[in-house]
């Protein structure tokens, strides 16, 4: 994935989906990495990267969302 940055990673398989599908509701191509472990599926984690030039405004629209994130 040249020209991709990371900008998002949780071992909550869902949560990596929500992310990339409010990228994608706002024209920003996001995919998804899974790193976690086959045999042990509690252990790694989910990266969701976008292309480079889309970075900063991925950037700001997930700290939006975790900003508005009820706490728990």
């Known amino acids: 994935m ?7 990673s949780s ?3 869902t949560m990596a989906y929500m992310v990339m599908g409010i990228l994608n ?3 920003i191509p996001a995919k998804s990495m899974d790193k976690k472990d ?4 509690f252990l790694g984690e989910v ?6 030039s889309l ?3 991925s ?4 700290e939006g969302i975790q900003m508005n994130a009820p706490a728990i």
Request: aromatic letters at 16%; charged letters at 25%.
């Open 2 to 8: 040249q020209d991709w940055k990371k900008v998002f």
């Open 11 to 13: 071992q909550q398989l």
């Open 25 to 27: 509701e706002n024209d």
């Open 38 to 41: 086959s045999s042990y599926v």
């Open 47 to 52: 990266e969701v990267y976008v292309p480079e």
């Open 55 to 57: 970075y900063a405004k």
């Open 59 to 62: 950037i700001q629209l997930i």
